[in-house]
């Protein structure tokens, strides 16, 4: 796999150009049990989120007098791979749950809910790279879907560098034999950037070549946020609520 070549003739494995993003579905409201909900497929990723909540924190020793508490689980489910995953938690699980969580403590308004926990579900059906930007994009619109007062929206995507060239939102072939992996979320409001809530990376690029990504990244993010926009808009036209 090292000697094939990802972008041939300014095309990559894919069929996509450089900037150009996977496929993408989104839909809300489809757990009826959930206050919120989303299901989202992003290329070749299926992944479903699912809000509770604000709800009353137990115990009581992990409430907080001034402010809700936000805790979110990232999982994959052990045949969203293809060699099946052991269930349960493990160290990347951990980590990413906690990066997702905080891409959107900057932008849930904490203060109205003391004492309270939002808890946010994420579950992986099905893995193709880039699942931890494609769950923040599902919980940013069960987050909406379930009410929470929010100062915007949440999206995300991934950046990288595949045979020397920045690329949008990579595909598994990229992700494992690319030089750069750099997942990005941004906060959006009224349809204008405000700021960026996570930004890791995973290889080695120039920063020329970050400050390119970036702006793809944004450009990337400001798509999914339409495309999440549109789904709730759907959701309120009266969608029906599946099980």
């Not at 992003?42 to 115990?59: D, E």
């Not at 450009?219 to 999914?224: D, H, R, S, V």
Request: charged share 30%.
């Amino acid at each position: 796999m090292e000697d094939i070549k990802l972008i041939v003739d300014g095309r990559r494995i894919d069929g996509r150009k450089p900037d150009e993003l996977r496929n993408v579905k989104i839909e809300a409201g489809v757990l009826k049990r959930a206050d919120g909900s989303c299901y989202i497929e992003m290329g070749n990723n299926k992944i479903v989120a699912a809000v509770y909540g604000p709800r009353s924190l137990h115990p009581k020793h992990l409430q907080n007098p001034n402010r809700v508490v936000v805790r979110y689980r990232y999982n994959m489910a052990p045949f969203s791979v293809d060699e099946r995953k052991r269930p349960g938690p493990d160290r990347r699980s951990v980590e990413i749950s906690k990066v997702s969580k905080e891409a959107f403590e900057p932008v849930i308004i904490k203060e109205l809910f003391p004492r309270s926990s939002i808890d946010i579900f994420v579950e992986v059906l099905q893995a193709d790279a880039g699942t931890r930007v494609a769950g923040i994009n599902a919980a940013s619109v069960a987050l909406a879907d379930a009410g929470i007062p929010m100062k915007g929206l949440v999206s995300a995507v991934a950046v990288g560098k595949v045979d020397g060239e920045i690329v949008l939102d990579l595909v598994k072939e990229e992700d494992n034999y690319g030089q750069a992996d750099i997942p990005v979320a941004t906060f959006i409001r009224a349809g204008k950037i405000e700021g960026i809530t996570l930004l890791q990376m995973d290889g080695r690029v120039s920063k020329d070549e970050l400050k390119k990504a970036l702006e793809l990244a944004k450009k990337g993010c400001m798509e999914i946020y339409r495309m999440q926009k549109e789904a709730l808009i759907n959701r309120c036209r009266g969608d029906e609520i599946v099980e």
